[in-house]
């Protein structure tokens, strides 16, 4: 488990977030949604030790000892977006054999690259790749670390529907082998399809979306809006609702009956 505790970020002299917790649990894929400039990417560089702001509080990966900072590193992986990850004089193929010998991966370049529909780009350098392809070449590297925490910074920007839908099966695939993965977006339908757990930044805290609890819960200073005190009663669908035996590409897929769309009534609620 990657545990957030008592956890307070500072940056240019502005606090972020003020003792906030949570955990990031193996299998769980995490939404986590603001407004620009309320310290998500702060949030995730933290997370995995990049040092990007003040920070105090504690983060533990796995019950590690604070001092393992190899073997720590080694179980989480941050992939900015808007390709900032990579080098421009690299091909598409350089930057996955380097993740692979880096991560010491077990993961076939081929099978990544055939999964990602980057293989028919591999030679490619970077400089000559459009802004999509190198946001499937950044999830594609993600994916190659076989790390067990991603922490994903609007990774799905820049992306044509086909390929957010296909990333979204690929998330939810890896979430089943034990994967834990928290993406911050503005595209909240996907946040919505894909997400088993949503975290809105608020007031320097952090509001929790969890459909298997009965109430919205809040980790901060502040007082919880009474209009967010409980979901509205279509948050919680009928057990009747059955998932389909074959889930379509970009659907939910978690176990338990469908929900109803809650990002952008709690988002609309939170930010007005």
Not at 221 to 244: D, G, I, Q, R
Request: net charge positive; with cysteine.
């Amino acid at each position: 488990m990657l545990s957030v505790t008592n956890l307070t970020l500072s940056y240019g002299g502005r606090v972020l977030l003020q003792n906030v917790s949570f955990d990031l649990e193996p299998g769980c894929i995490m939404g986590l949604v603001a407004p620009n400039g309320y310290g998500k990417t702060t949030l995730l560089k933290a997370m995995a030790n990049i040092k990007a702001a003040r920070v105090t509080g504690a983060i533990a990966v796995d019950d590690l000892p604070a001092n393992q900072v190899a073997r720590r590193r080694a179980r989480v992986f941050y992939a900015p977006g808007e390709g900032t990850l990579l080098y421009p004089g690299m091909t598409v193929g350089d930057h996955l054999a380097m993740t692979r010998k880096l991560w010491r991966s077990q993961r076939s370049i081929d099978d990544v690259a055939r999964a990602c529909k980057v293989d028919d780009f591999l030679s490619k350098r970077v400089r000559a790749c459009s802004q999509g392809m190198r946001q499937q070449l950044t999830l594609a590297i993600a994916y190659m670390t076989g790390a067990r925490y991603l922490l994903l910074d609007e990774p799905m920007n820049a992306l044509d529907p086909t390929n957010v839908q296909l990333n979204s099966a690929i998330m939810r695939s890896m979430a089943k082998q034990g994967t834990g993965i928290i993406m911050s977006s503005h595209i909240l339908d996907n946040v919505d399809q894909l997400s088993d757990k949503i975290l809105f930044v608020k007031d320097k805290g952090l509001v929790l979306f969890d459909p298997s609890a009965p109430t919205v819960r809040v980790s901060s200073a502040s007082e919880t809006p009474s209009s967010l005190a409980a979901p509205s009663a279509h948050a919680a669908p009928s057990a009747s609702m059955a998932l389909s035996a074959t889930p379509r590409v970009g659907a939910h897929f978690a176990s338990g009956p469908p929900r109803a769309s809650r990002a952008i009534d709690i988002y609309n609620e939170l930010y007005p």
